[in-house]
Each structure stands twice: as C-alpha cells, then as structure tokens.
C-alpha cells in the first residue's frame, strides 16, 4: 500500500549562504549544520505541509512530550559527492522503511514516502556546496521525528514534527578503538525497543560507555542482557567478528538494529567470496578464538563510522589484543569497496546508490 | 557530602495571574500549567543562576540532544492545600534523591539539593493560588532535566536546562482499570534503566499499552524480559497484590522504580498491622489464586493516580476478574490513609508532610 500525501513542499531560502565561511578542515561531527533544513508537522490526524526553511532554532514548549516521554527517532544517513560533483544517496529506501518502523514501536504516526524523499532530495541539492567531494568527506543527514504536544500526561502526542537537518562530516571515529565487553549493564530487552532507532536507547548508553572510557576504552560491546554471554551490537554500530577467513555477525532481533551499514557489508562479503555467517556468536568463541590466534579481526559497522576497527576487548578483566589492520584485513577490504560504491568509483551492481 | 551551589534565585514574576480564567472543574491532567516555572541551566561545567519567570515556551536547537539521544529525566510530585490553605509537599527528599539517581544513570550531571528545595518551595508559594484544597485537587509538579547541547554526536551533552512546571491536578485514573499482563513486550532490561524515570522509558511503552487499550485495557502489567512470568510494574505505577489478607509487591531492581508511593504504602500498610511481603510474585500464583479465590485485590501506585484499584487482568488469553472495591478495601483504607495525611488530615507519625 502507498504511503503518500499531497501537500506541495514549501521552499523559503537563506538570503546568503553560510558555506563560504565554513572551515571543512577542522569539523568537529555534528555540530556545524547546513543553510537549510527540512521540517513538517502532524496535527489533527494528518501531516501538514512540508517545508525547507533556513537552519533555525525552534521554539517548543517546556511541557512537549519528547522532554518528558523520550517520543523520538531518528536516522543517520550520508550524501556523498563525485569529482564530477554528482551527489548520492547510500540505500535512502532503507533508512525510510526503518524510520518508519522505529516511529511504529514508539507510537509515532508514519511519514509518507513521497515527503519523505521530495524533502530530502530537494534539501541535499539545495545544500550540496556543502558537500566535499574526496572520500571520507560526506554530508551527514539526520532525519528525525519528536513529540510536540505541549501536554505531560504519559501518553502518545497527538502532534509531532518530523525535520531533516545536515552536517558536514568526517569520519566518525579516529583511530583505533579498544572495547568493553558489557557483562553487568545492558542496552536493551527482549521485547523493548532496541531494534529502533529510539532516541532513549542511546542515552542509556551514555554512563557505562562513560565508565568503560574511564577505564581507557572508547566503546562498549552489548551483550544479551539475561546471561551477558552472547555478543550483540556496539553502542552506535552493529559488530562483525573474523574468526579465520570467516565473518560472523550477530541475527538482527528486536534488540539489535537492522544496520544499512550492516547488512550492505553481508551482501559485499558475499559479492566478494568472503564467507559470512550471520548466527548468535558467544563472547567464550572470540575469547578461545583470541587464544588460540584464530580470531583475526573484530570492527564495528554503521553509517556514521562505516567501518570502525577494533584493536582490542575486555571480558572478565582479562585484555585480548586483535592483530594489527592492514590492506588485507577484511574490515580494510570492505570499507574501501564501501567507500567506493558511495563516492562513485566503483560499479554498483547491487543497485545502492541514488543519484540526486 | 552536602551537594549545594552559591547563586541567588532570580525571580521575574507575571503581570497578571492568569488563574481566575481557569476552570479547575473541567481540567485535563498535564494540559494547564500554572503562570511561573523554575529553570536553570548547566554549562562550562557548572549548573548557572536559577530563575523563577513566567511560564513561557523555550527556544532550543533542532540539534539538542534531546531530541536525538533521549537524554532526559524527571520526577512526578505535587503540592496539597489543606482547609486552612496551608500547602504542603509529600516526601520532596525523596523525588530529589531519586532525580540525581536516574540523572546518574544517564550521564547528567546531579542538581544542586539547595536549588531544588528553594525553587520549589519558591515556586509552590508564586504559585499556589492554583491549589484547589480538598482531598483529590493537587499541583503536579513536574521537575525535570534535559540535555540542550546543539551537538549530534552520540555523547553525553556538556550543556542541560533543568526545569520544574506545575499543573492544577485532579486523580489520574478515573474509573476501573483493566490491565493486560505483558507476554511479549517489555519495558526494560536488567542493567537497564527501568529503575530511572528515563524519559525513554515510557515512549517505550506507548505502543504496547494502545494494542491493549484496542483490547479494552487501560494499562498493561510489565513481566520480566526474560521469562515473562515475574510481574514487575505497570506503566506509570508500581504494583500490589492482595491474596487473602497480606499485601505483595515485587522488590526494587534496576528494572523496577523505587516509587514513593510504593515505599509509602509499604510503611501504612505496616503502621496499620497490614501484612506486606515484598518479594517476586508470580503471575502464576495471581492466577492460581483468582481461580481459587484468594486474589481480593490488585492496584497501581504512583503519585499520579495515588492508588489505582485493579478489576481485571488478562493473561495467556484468560481473563480474571476481580471482587468489586468496597470501603474495606486494602486500596480505599490505604488511599484515605495517603490523602489524609497529603491533605494535612491525619497524624503524620512518619514526617512526610513538608509545609511550604
């Protein structure tokens, strides 16, 4: 069934672009926003006109519902340009679907396709200076959806606005990372809502990733929440371990995110015969692995890193070191096929890029 | 170690009060809020000057934090007027200590425990002409704290505005509840934030509760992730059971919140030579005992509804009903004995009437 509306998008521009006076050398991530933004509001059962407007702070009421509830999601998506200065997409339709499904888990009203796609091929043209062609550079996109209604009893909003804005990126993670292995703290149920982008599941994140940083590791490694024993997904990233030549990632389930990132590296790993198991995988296997030398590599996978080598782990107060990266490894492999396919240099056969 | 910080409360009062234009006969909860609202805000590391000034929308960033991350907490209290217009606080200690509690678990910096106490009191006073006396009229105060950084990374914020909004409130629930014992769904995990009131923590729950409100139940009562067979709380309650004579309810965890109301009741129930047993309970034994006839009550407590009395539950597709509430009631003795002592009513032989 079509998921449509039939409002015209309203466009108002910036009297003069900011993008001239922007240093794209020295970019801390996601705090530097494009000339415009994208915003539509739901009110009396419907979603009211689309608009892209220049960036700007709103004004909410302190009794909106996403203060009080945490009703929100979001996505996290990259527009990449060419030498040529054609700008892309990576699988836009996934991030659609799933933006969609987070906001059914949370009681949020679906946005139509059409919005969804018009708003934002017409913001990332509209602010495509922004975008540094070279890879690494990209224009992070962050559609999201909050609750508005100014009313604190613990029920769903009955309006909400759903906004695009862009930033400017980098990489996301520099340099190596050394993790974590949760075996006290969790990040999500079975039955809960780890599987969306929920806004709360990331805050939730914030104290024991803040502890496992005290302790000299950037990231934690979630573990199934009832026995700590099976390896789940990092805080903003799904994992892939190489025991071997073989990667293993973990099923996704409704605590673990359905990752663009993902599930477009499952597809290259098989694209590009690298054999690739997607079964549970028990911190004991990479912990054996580990000593006996067959575990190669363990990365991180999603949108904002793409593919975040990890050099090392801690379970039960022991450390394990990964062997270093290099050219062959697969998570170096991968990425650049990744990289490839998003800024244009190479041939597409899955059909992942859309042009704007 | 005493947590208290230097600033003078700043106060910028409201022309003209807008409460002889309220009809405190026809109020909607958490929809009218009161003319003042407490903020202050947190940044270079330091929580800033407080200030009291009327109650006004906010103007934040697309890019707050809070809107993507979920990085919000807050607590539920209200303020009573007794026939004399005297205004009391029930138990304020304990929303202050369990606010900086959940703002721990989500990486917030704790409140200053003199700035709380002073602008609420300060508030509460500006403000009480919103306060119906007679049992059942409250103020709902609303404290709460959220992340403000204009930053997308996935990190703890650097800046948050805490805040505090008062509603004129009647009870919460009105009418019976049907509640539906959760078999699938979850609301949190352990090592979670269940125990927190995390703002995350009931976006989570919105959608759950509509399948069972299309089902004809108000609520439904959450069950441990892993078995689903412990029942832990209600949606915005903790829950008791009464077979035979002796009242039970589920032990604190990091999946359930210490709610004070519960604990409250606990202690009645004790002054009042109420047997209380606070340990798991299976929902196979509140299903046994329906069948058998010892199951006499099941209510919420919470300091929104007080105390919300049960008069069905359904589980594995079963329905149960329960005996219709009488005066004799554990829940309507517990409830009067809580509102006559809230409403300055009663002996307070525990200390937990705070004046204003």
Redesign the interface.
């Known amino acids: 069934m079509s998921n449509t509306a039939n409002a015209k998008l309203q466009i108002e521009k910036v009297k003069e672009s900011r993008v001239s006076s922007i240093d794209f050398s020295d970019l801390?991530?996601?705090?530097t926003?494009t000339d415009h933004?994208f915003?539509c509001d739901y009110k009396n059962g419907a979603w009211q006109e689309p608009k892209i407007v220049p960036?700007q702070?709103?004004?909410?009421?302190?009794?909106a519902r996403?203060?009080?509830?945490?009703?929100?999601v979001?996505e996290g998506m990259k527009a990449y340009k060419d030498d040529n200065g054609k700008v892309f997409l990576f699988r836009p339709d996934q991030n659609f679907k799933r933006i969609n499904k987070s906001a059914?888990?949370?009681?949020i009203p679906e946005f139509p396709e059409n919005y969804f796609f018009e708003g934002l091929k017409t913001l990332v043209n509209m602010d495509k200076a922004w975008i540094q062609p070279g890879v690494g550079n990209s224009l992070?996109l962050?559609p999201?959806v909050?609750?508005i209604d100014?009313?604190?009893?613990?029920?769903?909003s009955e309006s909400y606005r759903f906004?695009i804005?862009c930033?400017p990126a980098k990489a996301y993670y520099k340099g190596t990372v050394r993790v974590l292995i949760?075996e006290?703290?969790?990040?999500?149920?079975?039955?809960?809502?780890g599987f969306a982008k929920?806004?709360?599941?990331?805050?939730?994140q914030?104290?024991p990733t803040?502890l496992a940083q005290d302790r000299g590791y950037q990231q934690v490694i979630w573990t199934d929440?009832?026995t700590?024993t099976y390896l789940e997904e990092a805080?903003?990233m799904n994992v892939f371990f190489r025991i071997n030549d073989t990667l293993i990632t973990a099923p996704i389930s409704d605590r673990i995110l359905d990752g663009v990132t993902r599930k477009s590296l499952i597809q290259l790993a098989a694209d590009n015969d690298i054999p690739c198991e997607v079964r549970p995988i028990k911190v004991s296997e990479i912990v054996e692995a580990s000593k006996d030398g067959s575990l190669k590599e363990i990365f991180g996978a999603g949108t904002?890193a793409v593919i975040s080598p990890i050099s090392a782990f801690e379970f039960q107060e022991q450390v394990y070191e990964l062997p270093e990266v290099n050219e062959h490894s697969y998570s170096s492999r991968l990425k650049s096929k990744m990289l490839n396919i998003q800024h244009n240099l190479a041939e597409d056969k899955n059909g992942w890029r859309m042009e704007i």
């Open positions: 801390a991530f996601g705090k926003f933004m915003y960036y702070p709103m004004t909410i009421d302190p009794s996403v203060f009080h509830y945490g009703q929100a979001f059914a888990r949370l009681a992070y962050r999201f909050i609750a100014s009313a604190i009893a613990a029920a769903p906004m804005i930033a949760a006290k703290f969790s990040r999500s149920a079975s039955g809960g809502v929920a806004a709360g599941n990331y805050a939730a914030f104290y803040k929440a009832d700590h805080g903003t904002a």
